[in-house]
């Protein structure tokens, strides 16, 4: 095995921060997540790593949650990368299209390269119940998706899952093969989770499944959403639900993620759970 890794990169996810008393019922933080940041923050800043993304999630209502959130961010030293997750858009309507622009992404989906490597990371929120404007006709379309969900007794039909449009798929579609064409390996992200089966998978889950099975460059997909964490595979592409950061009152939840020629190595801190993951 070789004794350094190609780069690294830290995860986190959904930590979900809002000045807010404790969910009980949920197990959920809010309020704690600044201090849980800044200490996932110190501690990459103690590593060399290529960049650090979170898989959405980053506040858990309210446009001022940005205000209090976004500057702890401004101490880590590494570049970050941001998705967002359905709850990202539990702010008033006038701020939803904003929510990307407020965190300074280049736009709600967009991929980069890094040492033979393309990331993907996707809007999966664009067909939902929340994210679209009030009249969008999106949300009709994340109703009936819902519907037909729950029609078919699959357990993911739910107002808090999400969808990407038609546009965004030929968008993917088409950087999975120049990723190929250029001999890439590729790790996709997105906030919501499309294997093994859970009541908080996206709402094309199947679809999207399908197309990702389609290409053997593709060695992780890698999400939050379902803050228990969950793991799967199928074929050479891993899917690996990283935990809540939100969760607990006073246990965190983030990742190291250690690319080798022949293997993923994850050190999970806190509860995340550490794996080692080798590549075909």
Do not use: C
Not at 87 to 113: C, N
């Amino acid at each position: 095995m070789p004794s350094a890794p190609l780069f690294r990169f830290g995860v986190i996810a959904d930590p979900q921060y809002a000045d807010l008393e404790p969910n009980l019922a949920l197990n959920r933080y809010p309020a704690n997540s600044l201090a849980k940041l800044r200490d996932a923050i110190e501690e990459f800043n103690r590593h060399d790593l290529a960049f650090v993304v979170t898989l959405g999630d980053i506040i858990d209502r309210e446009w001022k949650s940005f205000d209090a959130i976004l500057p702890v961010y401004e101490t880590l030293r590494h570049p970050r990368h941001f998705l967002l997750g359905n709850h990202d858009f539990a702010i008033a309507p006038e701020h939803l299209k904003a929510v990307s622009t407020r965190v300074g992404m280049p736009s709600a989906y967009y991929d980069f390269s890094h040492a033979g490597y393309r990331f993907i990371a996707l809007d999966g929120n664009e067909i939902s119940v929340f994210a679209p404007p009030e009249d969008d006709p999106r949300r009709d379309e994340a109703k009936a998706l819902m519907k037909a969900l729950e029609n078919s007794g699959a357990p993911n039909g739910q107002r808090w899952n999400a969808a990407i449009g038609s546009a965004q798929y030929d968008w993917l579609v088409e950087k999975l093969h120049e990723a190929k064409t250029a001999g890439e390996k590729v790790v996709v992200m997105n906030h919501y989770p499309i294997f093994p089966e859970d009541g908080h998978n996206a709402l094309d889950s199947e679809r999207m499944l399908a197309l990702l099975a389609q290409h053997d460059h593709i060695v992780a997909y890698l999400n939050g959403h379902n803050h228990a964490g969950n793991f799967g595979a199928v074929g050479g592409t891993y899917f690996i639900n990283f935990k809540g950061m939100v969760d607990t009152e006073t246990s965190s939840a983030y990742s190291i993620v250690s690319v080798y020629e022949d293997r993923l190595d994850i050190s999970g801190f806190g509860r995340e759970t550490s794996r080692s993951l080798p590549l075909g």
